[in-house]
């Protein structure tokens, strides 16, 4: 009988401390949500969610270097998220661009209104070729806007696809520049230096996070995490 009783609380002993692990195991497993491209010495391909993953800057610095894999001398031209030209391409041995490059690392579709702008950029500079880059999707509108105009309308998906056409060592050439380093941070635009995450303490936001510039309140640049 006694040894009985003994055997009883031994086992509700084991497995209330096996219950214990497991649940915090279950909460860190939560917390430490790895992606695939963690590691990205493992990492052959382009997709979608990878493009996502980078941050403004990163996503105009790879734009930049897939195509001086494809024999164009490619300069970033200023810092910046929004407005103005990212990359101009030029040909070899060419001191006048050949072609104006715009990039947006956006999650809604690009509208007629920045291409509008690309394409007077381009004529301002009498410049005849463009591209506008974005890891989303463009409008109805914008498409048939940019129709029978020298602009090439890139959606993430037509650069996945662009990215893995290449050669298996400038695939991973390309990868190498997109993943090194913290490729998801974004870029304070301003003093191109990382941001960092906050949380609004007032108004309407209150609770909230964002990313905030690492100057603050010199700079007040933020940006919504998404």
């Given at each position: 009988m006694?040894?009985?009783l003994v055997?009883?609380?031994?086992f509700g002993?084991?497995?209330?401390?096996?219950?214990?692990?497991?649940?915090?195991?279950?909460?860190?497993?939560?917390?430490?949500?790895?992606?695939p491209?963690?590691?990205?010495s493992?990492?052959?391909r382009?997709?979608?969610?990878?493009?996502?993953e980078?941050?403004?800057?990163?996503f105009?610095?790879?734009?930049?270097?897939?195509y001086k894999?494809?024999?164009?001398?490619?300069?970033?031209?200023?810092?910046?998220?929004?407005?103005?030209v990212?990359?101009?391409?030029?040909?070899?041995?060419?001191?006048?661009?050949?072609?104006?490059?715009?990039?947006?690392?956006?999650?809604?579709?690009?509208?007629?209104?920045?291409?509008?702008?690309?394409?007077?950029?381009?004529?301002?500079?009498?410049i005849?070729?463009?591209?506008f880059?974005?890891?989303?999707e463009?409008?109805?509108?914008?498409?048939?806007?940019?129709?029978g105009?020298s602009?090439?309308?890139?959606?993430g998906?037509?650069?996945?696809?662009?990215?893995?056409?290449?050669?298996?060592?400038?695939?991973?050439?390309?990868?190498?520049?997109?993943?090194?380093?913290d490729?998801?941070?974004?870029?304070?635009?301003?003093?191109?230096?990382?941001?960092?995450?906050?949380?609004?303490r007032?108004?309407?936001?209150?609770?909230?996070?964002?990313?905030?510039?690492?100057?603050?309140?010199?700079?007040?640049?933020?940006?919504?995490?998404?």
């Open positions: 006694f040894f009985g055997l009883v609380v031994v002993l084991v497995l209330l401390v096996s219950v214990t692990r497991s649940s915090r195991n279950s909460r860190k497993g939560k917390a430490r949500w790895i992606p491209w963690e590691d990205s493992e990492i052959e382009w997709s979608q969610s990878l493009l996502n980078l941050e403004w800057k990163r105009e610095q790879v734009i930049s270097h897939f894999l494809r024999g164009f001398r490619s300069k970033v031209t200023r810092m910046g998220a929004d407005g103005g990212d990359v101009v391409l030029y040909e070899e041995h060419s001191q006048t661009p050949h072609t104006l490059i715009q990039c947006k690392s956006w999650s809604q579709k690009v509208g007629v209104k920045p291409i509008r702008e690309l394409f007077g950029v381009m004529a301002a500079d009498g005849k070729n463009g591209i880059a974005t890891t989303s463009y409008t109805g509108e914008a498409r048939q806007w940019a129709e105009k602009i090439q309308l890139l959606s998906a037509s650069i996945v696809g662009m990215f893995n056409g290449l050669e298996i060592e400038q695939i991973k050439d390309l990868l190498e520049v997109g993943l090194s380093g490729f998801r941070t974004p870029t304070c635009p301003s003093c191109d230096v990382k941001m960092v995450e906050r949380t609004a007032k108004g309407k936001s209150a609770g909230s996070s964002f990313w905030g510039c690492r100057n603050y309140p010199r700079c007040k640049q933020t940006f919504k995490v998404t």
